[in-house]
């Protein structure tokens, strides 16, 4: 786990100095404390801080160039099939001169060029520098499990692990992309592979780009296929589900340097756990976060019967309201993008604890999306049976009567009366009420020029022959799971050193899950049905079978109490009434009325507050 940055001049051919690559690597310095690398070519400059996991020589040390000097390669992240890949290799005559997953990596482009894509299994985002095709390029994982941004410049090209890098080198504009900030004010991230920033993009995930002949070329090498296949059977489904579980935990395994589990106590986790065990790893360590304003906020009493049951070493950490708006400018400054996921800054600190026992910890982050398991889909499973009933009925008596019933009622209401493409964003999506209440009317204007749903439409595009679960899912993975999810574990893990392991998105989950029928996913109103059929020898039914509690945070408290006055202080500056974005009145009216008890504002009062400090760390500064 590591951070990468470089610049190609490939338009003007000036020369790249080694300031400035360094400079685009200190911005990210704590991505890769354990070593730096920096390789110049004329007009390409390459650059690397390294994080040692595999291999923790120097001789593995990064840029790493080939044994004739013809290619080199900049890796962030981990080849978790490697030791296969290897000896694959060694069969056909190569010689190795470490012992490393990067080394593999680049004589697997040395000796099967972009077909060797297809038989990567990991985590990662790379640039490789060939010298006799005189071509860069630049791949990122299947998933998006780790980030890589780019930046077109009247010289050529820049790009990083971290947008923060790009900003480093002279020529890349700092222009907010004001078209963007109504998609973000839909969802609480900036989805797709547009920035909040003009001109600096995502590369997508499943997606290489390469710079040859003055030319640029970005093209898609993955896909999740729903290929109809003949229903096997729920036990078919469950021992899969079992069996892919263990072995991508198996490869996850793979590391030169000490590792645990972050273990909320929920299904995902437990099971990672629970797989580890099965392999006979001993010792485990796992480690807990959670906040100490009551049960609806702590989980550590289910995480603790896990530990217990597997004899794992434990450590625990308590979030205080001080904790969080002490890492607050850090978490935006990390973050890079305005996204509002509170739990963010939790994970951080117990990332940072962690950092004091291992180096490598793994995590459930993914099994949602693979296996359905957020309870908005069931809910719009709901919406979609109601819409069954006759228009006129729905339009004149029933809707009218959950408006008047207020809150999730009145939601679920407007839900059906529009499609899924111009009605479901993702997991996370905000009131569009309440946006128009907020806009200024210049604002209002702008963003009739481009919607969240038209950012998502090229995804429902591809799935419009499936049903709606496979709809929904496919849509979360390729937004909110990368543009939010994601982008949290990789900078707050990143941000304390630390990496992060997800094996529940190693690609053949996402391969299984595309075919396996949604019936079993989701079983009447079980969520995540095969994945705890497949669970039920290994962990207890009060893990399994309970309410899904999720890590929220208790913002709705803090900015009541601990935390009211520093919200106040930033959303009624002149600073943030100066952007024209929102109506002073109508976000005083917010702040008023959730500060004294009479509403709850916190999830808009949040996603405002996120916004304008990033506008002060990244644009007025």
């Known amino acids: 786990m590591c951070g990468i940055a470089g610049i190609y001049r490939y338009k003007t051919g000036r020369e790249v100095q080694q300031h400035e690559i360094e400079s685009m690597c200190s911005v990210m310095s704590y991505r890769g404390p354990d070593g730096r690398g920096e390789y110049l070519d004329g007009e390409l ?14 001789r593995s040390n990064q840029p ?6 013809n290619v080199t390669i900049c890796f962030n992240g981990e080849l978790y099939n490697y030791l296969e ?23 697997m482009y040395r000796n099967r060029g972009l077909d060797s894509l297809q038989r990567l299994n990991g985590m990662y985002a790379y640039a490789i520098w060939d010298r006799v095709e005189d071509e860069l390029l630049l791949v990122r994982d299947r998933v998006g499990i780790k980030p890589l941004y780019y930046a077109i410049t009247d010289d050529g090209i820049v790009f990083g692990s971290e947008l923060k890098s790009l900003l480093a080198v002279s020529g890349v504009q700092v222009e907010v992309n004001r078209k963007i900030i109504d998609s973000y004010m839909s969802v609480g991230y900036c989805p797709t592979n547009e ?5 600096i993009f995502k590369l997508p995930p499943a997606h290489f780009l390469s710079v040859k002949n003055g030319e640029i070329r970005v093209e898609q090498y993955w896909e999740m296929e729903f290929e109809k296949e003949k229903d096997r059977g729920q036990d078919y489904y469950t021992e899969k589900t079992r069996e892919l579980l263990k072995d991508a935990v198996r490869l996850q395994l793979r590391s030169d340097v000490p590792l645990g589990v972050f273990l909320s106590g929920g299904i995902d986790s437990s099971a990672v756990v629970a797989m580890m065990d099965e392999l006979g790893v001993e010792d485990i360590k796992t480690f807990s976060v959670a906040w100490d304003y009551g049960k609806a906020f702590n989980e550590t009493q289910y995480a603790r019967q896990i530990s217990k049951q597997f004899n794992t070493e434990h450590h625990e950490y308590f979030m205080s309201a001080e904790d969080f708006m002490v890492f607050l400018p850090d978490y935006i400054r990390h973050m890079d993008e305005p996204v509002t996921e509170a739990a963010a800054i939790s994970l951080y600190y117990i990332a940072k604890k962690a950092k004091e026992h291992v180096t490598v910890v793994l995590s459930g982050e993914g099994a949602d999306e693979v296996f359905g398991g957020y309870p908005i889909y069931k809910y719009m499973k709901m919406v979609h049976i109601y819409k069954k ?23 679920y209401a407007d839900l059906s009366e529009v499609e899924l493409d111009q009605s479901y964003a993702g997991v996370s999506f905000y009131d569009k009420k309440q946006k128009e209440k907020l806009y200024t009317d210049e604002f209002k204007s702008e963003c009739k020029k481009f919607s969240i749903y038209d950012a998502l439409a090229p995804l429902y595009k591809y799935v419009m022959n499936e049903d709606l679960q496979r709809k929904m899912q496919f849509v979360d993975i390729k937004s909110w799971l990368v543009d939010d999810l994601l982008i949290k574990a990789d ?14 998105l190693d690609h053949r989950f996402l391969e299984f899950a595309a075919k396996m029928p949604s019936k079993y996913r989701i079983k009447g109103y079980e969520n995540k049905y095969v994945l705890k059929k497949a669970l039920e020898r290994l962990l207890p039914s009060e893990i399994l079978y309970r309410k899904k509690l999720g ?14 006055n520093y919200v106040t202080d930033i959303l009624d500056s002149n600073r943030f009434h100066d952007r024209c974005y929102f109506k002073p009145a109508e976000v005083r009216r917010l702040l008023s009325e959730h500060g004294s008890g009479g509403e709850d504002h916190h999830k808009v009062l949040w996603q405002l507050l996120v916004l304008e400090l990033w506008h002060r760390e990244f644009v007025d500064a």
């Open 45 to 58: 400059g390459l650059g690397h801080r390294r994080l040692t996991i595999i291999d923790t020589s120097e």
């Open 64 to 69: 790493m160039l080939s044994q004739d000097d």
């Open 85 to 107: 890949l290897k000896q694959e290799l060694q069969e056909e005559g190569v010689k190795f001169a470490t012992t490393s997953d990067t080394e593999v990596l680049m004589e």
């Open 195 to 199: 920035t909040l920033f003009e001109n």
């Open 389 to 411: 009933i006759p228009l006129l009925l729905r339009s004149v008596v029933l809707n009218p009567l959950l408006r008047m019933l207020g809150n999730k009622w009145a939601k």
């Open 491 to 504: 900078r707050m893990s990143m941000a304390a050193s630390l990496e992060l392991r997800v094996p529940f």
């Open 551 to 564: 890590f929220p945070t208790p913002l709705a408290i803090m900015f009541q109490g601990e935390l009211r």
